[in-house]
Each structure stands twice: as structure tokens, then as C-alpha cells.
């Protein structure tokens, strides 16, 4: 909570009005914002996923997660069922570096209906997706501190090939939508 959450709180103007005179307590892992509590608690121990009912999951780095805890089971649905005093009003998200084929976050996945972003490209207004491949830098920069210092990355677009820079994302992050495998944009 305070080496990772704290940093990013502190640098944001928005998130500063949220935070009230009581901060929350780091030994309790809690952060208290005006509206809401949020709770940091870790996957491998038992007590932290069953202790308290919770209307908002957030799972992060899942494929990191222990495959059972401390003899209750899969952590994810040992913390679902905290979920359940909320019927039909919870909400569960999980996120993660997909490392392996069958870990949990590539297997809810595929067991979803597949959504991926697509926002339309600033230059063709095709609807694109970001992949790796896409990302580009001078040939001649091979160490990723000087690309990183310098800003050098760029993305191009599969579509058109022109250069899309950081500057352009914002606008198209908010023109873009989640679409279903299988279906197109519009």
C-alpha cells in the first residue's frame, strides 16, 4: 500500500481532494478515500481473502497467485466469496501479465467472450489494437534506458504505417470500445 499506492496519490491532484483527514492505517493495509475504503490484502493467506464482505474485487497480477491457500482453495474464489452480501450489485475485476498458457487470467479470458480495444487510428480512422509488434523505435538505440529517457518509442499503425506518438493517445483512448471476438466495431 505505501510503497506502491502512496507514490501514485501523492502525484495525483485528483486523488489528493479524495483522500480524508484520516488517511487509513499502512499496518491495516487500508487507504480511506471520502467515498470509500479500499483494502490491500495478499492472495496467500487464507484470513486476509475471507475476513470482510467486499462490493469491489480487484485482483492484480493473478497468474503470480499461489494455486491454493492455506488449504481453502483457489484464492480467487476463496475472495469471490466475499462478493456474495452484495447480490447482483458486486463487481470483480482481475488483471495480470499473462505468463502462462494455462494460468488463471488466459483461462478466464478464453472462458469470456474475448473483448479486445480498438480505437480508430489518428491518421487512416481505421479501428486498430494495440500489439507489441507495433511498437517501434530508432534501429540505432539498443539499450531501453536511452529509449526510455529520450522518449523514442512510437506505435505504428498496422493499417496505415504512420507514426502514432504519445500525444495522440488520449484522444484515441476516449473515442475507443471494448468489442467482442467475432464482432466488429460498428
Known amino acids: ?12 491532484p485528483a486523488l489528493q481532494r479524495q483522500i480524508g483527514e484520516d488517511r487509513g492505517d499502512v499496518k491495516m493495509r487500508m487507504l480511506k478515500f471520502r467515498r470509500c475504503v ?17 462490493q469491489h474485487l ?9 494455486d491454493e491457500v492455506q488449504g481453502e482453495g483457489n484464492p480467487w474464489k ?5 462478493t456474495r452480501t452484495f447480490k447482483g450489485r458486486w463487481r470483480a475485476w482481475m488483471t495480470s501479465t499473462p ?12 472462458a469470456g467472450d474475448r473483448r479486445r480495444f480498438h480505437m480508430p487510428c489518428p491518421h487512416c480512422a481505421e479501428w486498430i489494437t494495440f500489439v507489441w509488434d507495433q ?8 539499450h531501453h534506458e536511452v529509449m ?3 522518449q523514442l518509442a512510437w506505435y505504428e499503425c498496422h493499417r496505415c504505417a504512420r507514426r502514432i506518438d504519445d500525444t495522440q493517445k488520449h484522444h484515441m483512448l476516449q473515442q475507443g470500445v471494448w468489442v467482442p471476438e467475432g464482432q466488429s466495431v460498428v
Open 1 to 12: 500500500c505505501d510503497l506502491r499506492v502512496m507514490p501514485m496519490v501523492r502525484l495525483s
Open 38 to 54: 479500499v483494502l490491500f490484502r495478499t492472495a496467500r493467506v487464507a484470513s486476509d481473502l475471507s475476513q470482510l464482505a467486499v
Open 58 to 66: 480487484f485482483g492484480d497480477e493473478v497468474d503470480q497467485w499461489v
Open 78 to 82: 476463496v475472495a469471490l466469496e466475499r
Open 99 to 110: 505468463t502462462v498458457h494455462e494460468g488463471l487470467i488466459n483461462t478466464e479470458f478464453l
Open 135 to 142: 511498437v517501434k523505435w530508432p534501429a540505432e538505440v539498443t
Open 148 to 150: 526510455n529517457q529520450r
